[in-house]
């Protein structure tokens, strides 16, 4: 079992980008996904989460309205599109399946995959 995430890099604030996650190994489409981050000095925590199907999502107040997850389960991905990145936002993203679909801000997590490093210029 492996969950691969990609797409981040260096931007500008203000811009965007689009990372995905692809797992490998077995399916996953019947387990809810998330997103995570972690800066530097500080502690890993929860941006995104969505249902198996992708039709309930949930996300940290710090990136609602700015970041939209989602799947596309015949591709067993998961994709975190970012907007109006933030210096703030700069953090290593991890994807994680979940043990199940929750709106608390701690998601269990079954699984947790490689990360790939954001980093937003001012």
């Known amino acids: 079992v492996q969950l691969q995430a990609s797409g981040g890099g260096l931007v500008q604030a203000g811009r965007s980008l689009r990372l995905s996650c692809a797992a490998s190994?077995?399916?996953?489409?019947?387990?809810?996904m998330g997103w995570f981050r972690q800066a530097p000095g500080k502690e890993r925590e929860f941006v995104a989460t969505?249902?198996?199907?992708?039709?309930?999502?949930n996300y940290a107040d710090s990136v609602k309205g700015r970041f939209t997850i989602s799947r596309d389960n015949a591709r067993n991905t998961v994709y975190l599109q970012m907007n109006s990145l933030k210096p703030d936002d700069t953090a290593v993203y991890y994807c994680?399946?979940?043990?199940?679909?929750?709106?608390?801000?701690?998601?269990?997590?079954?699984?947790w995959g490689q990360g790939t490093q954001v980093t937003v210029s001012s």
């Open positions: 969505t249902n198996w199907s992708g039709y309930r999502t």
């Open positions: 994680a399946v979940l043990r199940y679909y929750t709106t608390d801000g701690g998601p269990p997590v079954k699984f």
């Open positions: 190994g077995r399916t996953f489409s019947d387990d809810a």
